[in-house]
């Protein structure tokens, strides 16, 4: 158990819907990443937080958005969502303090469109 | 933005035989290389890392070299087992952790 929480692990839902993701990552841990992972493919980067401020993007799309909360549990939301959404979706956690720079993986969320 | 290159995409090997897994990044600034194995239908999982201010890191059957030059890195597996079969990525990372970019991955798979 890396410590990183994801929920839901599965979700199946239709063409055009809105789904959110969430990510509760290890204790301490200021840093968020999210990943898109599509079948038998590499690890897409989608974005980044430190502690509540966006810290970098990758190749998000705009019908994508995320945000990190607070308590630092974030959220990734997909809307509009197209098959080609389909994938496993992770998230990890980074303490990005000294060198303490490891990101720990979530169990992934697996997105089914429908 | 960083791009990570990753070859060879699939490896077999023999048990007991070495793996070497090759990868190139194009940000200079890039300064943290952490290497991850992916099981299927699982996490990915860290093995090794490497510093850019270290040209050489070891961890029993495992060792990674860098080379800033070059913009280039490596994964070594020695006395390769069957359980070493898996996915394997390399991630660059500038400021130490932000932004990780991940190579397409290799899939290694260690004949019995």
């Known amino acids: 158990d890396s410590g990183v929480t994801q929920t839901p692990k599965h979700l199946i839902t239709a063409t055009g819907q809105r789904v959110t993701l969430r990510c509760s990552p290890r204790?301490?841990?200021?840093?968020v990443y999210w990943y898109q992972q599509s079948l038998d493919q590499g690890l897409q980067f989608l974005i980044q937080y430190y502690n509540g401020e966006e810290r970098a993007k990758g190749n998000i799309l705009e019908r994508f958005s995320a945000q990190q909360f607070p308590d630092l549990h974030s959220e990734l939301n997909l809307s509009s969502l197209e098959l080609g959404d389909s994938a496993l979706y992770f998230c990890?956690?980074?303490?990005?303090?000294?060198?303490?720079?490891?990101?720990?993986f979530g169990q992934g969320t697996r997105l089914t469109v429908v | 933005g960083e791009n990570v290159e990753q070859h060879p995409s699939t490896l077999s090997v023999q048990e007991g035989d070495s793996a070497v897994i090759k990868c190139t990044y194009s940000d200079s600034a890039s300064n943290y290389f952490p290497w991850y194995k992916q099981e299927l239908g699982k996490r990915p999982q860290l093995i090794i890392d490497i510093r850019s201010n270290v040209g050489e890191k070891k961890d029993q059957r495992i060792a990674v070299t860098l080379n800033k030059t070059a913009k280039h890195f490596s994964l070594h597996i020695t006395e390769t087992q069957p359980e070493d079969s898996a996915v394997y990525f390399c991630a660059a990372s500038i400021n130490y952790g932000q932004n990780f970019v991940f190579g397409p991955g290799t899939r290694l798979s260690v004949l019995p």
């Open positions: 204790s301490g841990d200021l840093s």
């Open positions: 990890a956690s980074s303490a990005l303090q000294g060198l303490n720079t490891e990101a720990f």
